[in-house]
T-cell receptor
Framework: DTAVSQTPKYLVTQMGNDKSIKCEQNLGHDTMYWYKQDSKKFLKIMFSYNNKELIINETVPNRFSPKSPDKAHLNLHINSLELGDSAVYFC???????????FGPGTRLTVT | KQEVTQIPAALSVPEGENLVLNCSFTDSAIYNLQWFRQDPGKGLTSLLLIQSSQREQTSGRLNASLDKSSGRSTLYIAASQPGDSATYLCAVYNFNKFYFGSGTKLNVKP
């Protein structure tokens, strides 16, 4: 069984559209994260949730809105997509804050 | 603000060589440091995690060391194999979040 899963794996969409990426972990972890990896492979934290509570919200445009319906899920909704949003988005989880992280396979978002 | 640097950006070695990857960070008040590998088109796989109170961790052919006072960590790979070819990233945890380096792309030639 996949520990951290993301859907979809690939997402191609046009500018201005709204899209969502889903993340689920079956590890029983309390903390989940969203990261963005740009074309230079640099990985940057976007959001972090601990027990469904938002604990980190980096300087991300408010077009990005995370939602955690329960501890096992952290979804990312993006409104009014822009060309610069094209990147690979990774979900990760850890047992607690600062514990070892486990990553999902990533979602490659391409905005045309 | 924490900054993490990995040098070199790319490394190519013949199979069988021992090698060292470097990671440096600007703020030594870290909680822990984690090494990952990333294969092309894939997610990150955790290799080793070193707590701030530890000096090193070992897993198989991998050995990671941590010198907090100097802001450095090294990942030692013994007897490298073509299957070790990947990008290796380090991440430090402080200020309630992980800060990642930009990675070292390793190519082990058969």
């Amino acid at each position: 069984d996949t520990a951290v899963s993301q859907t979809p794996k690939y997402l191609v969409t046009q500018m201005g559209n709204d899209k969502s990426i889903k993340c689920e972990q079956n590890l029983g972890h309390d903390t989940m994260y969203w990261y963005k990896q740009d074309s230079k492979k640099f990985l940057k934290i976007m959001f972090s949730y601990n027990n469904k509570e938002l604990i980190i919200n980096e300087t991300v445009p408010n077009r990005f809105s995370p939602k955690s319906p329960d501890k096992a899920h952290l979804n990312l909704h993006i409104n009014s997509l822009e060309l610069g949003d094209s990147a690979v988005y990774f979900c990760a989880s850890s047992q607690g804050r600062g514990w070892e992280q486990y990553f999902g396979p990533g979602t490659r978002l391409t905005v045309t | 603000k924490q900054e993490v640097t990995q040098i070199p950006a790319a490394l190519s070695v013949p199979e069988g060589e021992n090698l060292v990857l470097n990671c440096s960070f600007t703020d030594s008040a870290i909680y822990n440091l984690q090494w990952f590998r990333q294969d092309p088109g894939k997610g990150l796989t955790s290799l080793l995690l070193i707590q701030s109170s530890q000096r090193e961790q070992t897993s198989g052919r991998l050995n990671a060391s941590l010198d907090k006072s100097s802001g450095r960590s090294t990942l030692y790979i013994a007897a490298s194999q073509p299957g070790d070819s990947a990008t290796y990233l380090c991440a430090v945890y402080n200020f309630n979040k992980f800060y990642f380096g930009s990675g070292t792309k390793l190519n082990v030639k058969p």
